[in-house]
């Protein structure tokens, strides 16, 4: 079955940088979009970044193009996001998803448990 871990959360100062993995098994990574959501408390929960199959990366959200990045390692099943310039709004669960099929464009049917990120000085 489908399994996938995040880690790397935790608390940053407003500008730091933290690194999130996701650690993906059963299924054929390589073939498949994976994302990057988040929830702050009392909000929906929101699409932050994609990549393709081949790589090919989609940023769903202004605030923070040229912060977050998304990267993934077809090698070892697994997809990064790394974060520079944290702000406090940043704070949030963040959770990583395997789409449906190889591209971003479709929706999303596996969800990891989360990681808690809190940007506060």
């Known amino acids: 079955q489908v399994q996938l871990v995040e880690t790397g959360g935790g608390l940053v100062q407003p500008g730091g940088s933290l690194r999130l993995s996701c650690a993906a098994s059963?299924?054929?990574?390589?073939?498949?979009?994976m994302a990057w959501f988040r929830q702050a408390p009392g909000k929906e929960r929101e699409g932050v970044v994609c990549?393709?199959?081949?790589?090919?990366?989609?940023t769903w959200i202004d605030s923070v193009k040229g912060r977050f990045t998304i990267s993934r390692n077809n090698g070892v099943n697994a997809v990064y996001l790394q974060m520079d310039s944290l702000k406090p709004e940043d704070t949030a669960t963040y959770y990583c998803?395997?789409?449906?099929?190889?591209?971003?464009?479709?929706?999303?049917?596996?969800w990891g448990q989360g990681t808690q990120v809190t940007v506060s000085s």
């Open positions: 990549i393709h199959w081949n790589g090919v990366k989609i």
């Open positions: 059963g299924f054929n990574f390589n073939n498949y979009a």
């Open positions: 998803a395997k789409g449906r099929t190889i591209g971003c464009q479709n929706s999303f049917d596996s």
